[in-house]
């Protein structure tokens, strides 16, 4: 069973639309994370969220919101895509109960804005 | 701030030889050093990470690293490199005080190209 799993895989979609991706995780872990992986590969943490307290990045636009309906998913939307949103965004999960933790990824969902 | 290097963009290693990878770090106080791996089209899978204690890390398939406080490097080593190895290797820090993962910094990444 894939410990964390996102929907869809692929997202191709057109500019100024509004789209979501799903995010799951089975291993009871109490805080999740959206992370946006640009074309050089490089990764840059966009929330995390312990089913209490949302952390946001401040370099985040207002665009992007996570939703979580529960502790065992964390939902990515996005209002009016840009091109520039293009990228591969990963979820992940981790315990809280310390930094010591490692976090455990999905294998990402990727979204081309055409 | 913390931040993390990788000073090569590209690592490549006849298969057989012994591989490093190298991660420099920059935190304030002891840092949470962690080594991961994407393979394509994956996301990212955690291979090992140092905390405290002994300095030589051991991880998963054959992977392990060394702390060096007074360089602050923790760079990735394996003694014999297999073809499979090729992928794209993330370091990253976390800052011990951090609960919630916001300063989970990862550096830019390094591909590793095994050759036969």
């Known amino acids: 069973d894939t410990a964390v799993s996102q929907t869809p895989k692929y997202l191709v979609t057109q500019m100024g639309n509004d789209k979501s991706i799903k995010c799951e995780q089975n291993?009871?872990?109490?805080?999740m994370y959206w992370y946006k992986q640009d074309s050089k590969k490089f990764l840059k943490i966009m929330f995390s969220?312990?089913?209490?307290?949302?952390?946001i990045n401040e370099t985040v636009p207002n665009r992007f919101s996570p939703k979580s309906p529960d502790k065992a998913h964390l939902n990515l939307h996005i209002n009016s895509l840009e091109l520039g949103d293009s990228a591969v965004y990963f979820c992940?999960?981790?315990?809280?109960?310390?930094?010591?933790?490692?976090?455990?990824f999905g294998d990402g969902t990727r979204l081309s804005i055409l | 701030a913390q931040s993390v290097a990788q000073p090569e963009d590209q690592v490549n290693v006849a298969e057989g030889n012994p591989l490093t990878v190298k991660c420099t770090y920059s935190?304030?106080?002891?840092?949470?050093l962690f080594w991961y791996v994407q393979y394509p089209n994956r996301g990212l899978q955690f291979l090992l990470k140092?905390?405290?204690?002994?300095?030589l890390v051991k991880g998963s398939y054959g992977f392990e690293a060394e702390f060096n406080k007074s360089q602050t490097s923790f760079h990735l080593k394996k003694p014999s490199a297999l073809v499979s190895d090729s992928a794209l290797y993330f370091c990253?820090?976390?800052?011990?005080?951090?609960?919630?993962?916001?300063?989970?910094?990862f550096g830019p990444g390094t591909r590793l190209s095994v050759l036969p």
């Open positions: 291993l009871g872990h109490d805080t």
């Open positions: 969220y312990n089913n209490k307290e949302l952390i």
């Open positions: 992940a999960s981790s315990q809280v109960e310390g930094p010591n933790q490692p976090q455990h």
């Open positions: 990253a820090v976390r800052d011990p005080t951090d609960n919630y993962g916001q300063n989970f910094v």
């Open positions: 140092y905390i405290t204690g002994d300095n």
């Open positions: 935190v304030s106080g002891n840092p949470y």
